[in-house]
Every structure is written in C-alpha cells, then in structure tokens.
C-alpha cells in the first residue's frame, strides 16, 4: 500500500509527507514541531476559513504572521507573508482581500484592484463585502482616479455593517472626485454620528506607506473639516 492505496506491483517502502495549505502543525510526543501528513483537507478547512477546523495549518501560519506584521507596521513582511498564504489557498477570500489591503497601503493601486476584484468574485455574499468595497476605493485613490474611487466608495458606505471609516473613506473619496455634495453629506454624517472623531483613529487603521496618498487624504480631510 501507498497513503493507505492498493498498489498492484511489488513496491519499494514509500512514505509519504504533506505540505499542502491544510497540512496540520503540531508538537509530537518528544516536543518536536511537525507538520502533516494530518490534513485539513477541504472540509472544514484551516481554522481561518472558519467552517469549523481547529487545529493549526500552514495557511493558518501564513496568514497569521502577515496580520501581525501589518499590526506592527511592517507592510513589506506583511504583504510577503500574505502572498504565501494566498499561493497555497488562492481561494480563500478573506486571505486575498488582506493581500489586497496591505498592497493598497503599500502604494500598489493596480495590484491591489487585482487581489480586491478577485476577493469579491470569490465571495460576493462576504460580510465584509463593505470594507472590500471601500478599500477598492483606496486603491484607486493611490492611482489617481478619483471619479471611479467616489463610485466604488458609495457603494462601500451604502453596504450593510459598513462603519465609520468606510464613510469617511466615501467623503474623503467624493470630495477628491469634486462631488462636494455629496462629500458634504457624508462629513455631516460623520459628524453627527462622533462629533469627536478624530482623523489620527484613520490613518492607526489605515497606515498608508505612500506619503502622497497621506497628504492627499489629509487634504481631503481638511476641506471637509474632518
């Protein structure tokens, strides 16, 4: 037998490995890290996928360490480790759409709409539709096209369970377009819903690396008395 299959032929001894996205890490009894050939498989999948696995896998790992490099600010380590995770699971959504995120923050606009189209045609129904949205927005913010980003932004801060940020990226968005109207309609907003919010809170969640796209956020911010 070979990985537990019949073998019609006199075979050498074969043992075999896993080192796939769902090959499960784990300790053995001597202390010793291993990983596979255990797998998650496709159901439920590595825990992130949050169908129920949950034991640690490669993805896991991956996609773990490029969220805390984003968190301490290192968005070269961020993105590398994310691109890992999104090459062994090109088709987890969450995975692309963080890829996409940390390569709008990094000042690759063209890159980033990539990774964001993808993440929304492999999840269309994603709760979290409303920030994939809006940080396509961004991303053409960093490219320069600000009609198509006020477009792409509306529809961010229209989407159910979108915050505040999200709205403040649609009145930062319209107002770069020149639509003032309806950058003033969102700022009223804002406003109305935390008089005290400040724009530091935006750029802590937000820590773009393109210090042309800072200013010109800032900008935007400034005219609309954000």
Same mark, same amino acid.
């Given at each position: 037998?070979?990985?537990?299959?019949?073998?019609?032929?006199?075979?050498?001894?074969?043992?075999?490995?896993?080192?796939?996205?769902?090959?499960?890490? &784990?300790?053995?009894? $001597?202390?010793? *890290?291993?990983?596979?050939?255990?797998?998650?498989?496709?159901? #439920?999948?590595?825990?992130? &996928?949050?169908?129920?696995?949950?034991?640690?896998?490669?993805?896991?790992?991956?996609?773990?360490?490029?969220?805390?490099?984003?968190?301490?600010?290192?968005?070269?380590? $961020?993105?590398?480790?994310?691109?890992?995770?999104?090459?062994?699971? #090109?088709?987890?959504?969450?995975?692309?759409?963080? *890829?996409?995120?940390?390569?709008?923050?990094?000042?690759?606009?063209?890159?980033?709409?990539?990774?964001?189209?993808?993440?929304?045609?492999?999840?269309?129904?994603?709760?979290?539709?409303?920030?994939?949205?809006?940080?396509?927005?961004?991303? &053409?913010?960093?490219?320069?096209?600000?009609?198509?980003?006020?477009?792409?932004?509306?529809?961010?801060?229209?989407?159910?369970?979108?915050?505040?940020?999200? *709205?403040?990226?649609?009145?930062?968005?319209?107002?770069?377009?020149?639509?003032?109207?309806?950058?003033?309609?969102?700022?009223?907003?804002?406003?109305?819903?935390? *008089?005290? &919010?400040?724009?530091?809170?935006?750029?802590?969640?937000?820590?773009?690396?393109?210090?042309?796209?800072?200013?010109?956020?800032?900008?935007?911010?400034?005219?609309?008395?954000?």
């Amino acid at each position: 037998e070979a990985a537990g299959r019949p073998v019609g032929r006199p075979p050498r001894d074969v043992q075999t490995i896993g080192a796939g996205g769902g090959s499960i890490a &784990y300790l053995d009894g $001597s202390g010793v *890290r291993k990983v596979g050939p255990r797998s998650a498989g496709a159901g #439920p999948g590595p825990a992130c &996928y949050g169908r129920g696995g949950e034991e640690p896998t490669v993805t896991d790992a991956n996609l773990v360490l490029g969220r805390a490099h984003w968190i301490e600010g290192d968005l070269s380590a $961020s993105l590398a480790w994310l691109e890992r995770a999104t090459q062994i699971s #090109p088709h987890y959504a969450h995975g692309v759409y963080l *890829r996409g995120m940390s390569e709008t923050l990094s000042g690759r606009g063209a890159a980033a709409g990539d990774s964001l189209d993808l993440a929304m045609q492999l999840s269309p129904l994603d709760p979290l539709r409303y920030a994939m949205l809006a940080t396509r927005a961004l991303s &053409y913010i960093v490219r320069e096209e600000y009609g198509t980003a006020s477009e792409w932004a509306q529809k961010g801060a229209e989407a159910p369970n979108a915050h505040l940020h999200i *709205r403040v990226i649609a009145a930062v968005a319209h107002e770069l377009a020149g639509n003032k109207a309806a950058a003033d309609r969102w700022a009223s907003e804002i406003r109305r819903r935390d *008089r005290e &919010y400040r724009r530091e809170t935006f750029f802590d969640a937000f820590p773009f690396r393109d210090d042309r796209t800072r200013a010109t956020i800032r900008g935007a911010m400034d005219r609309l008395e954000l």
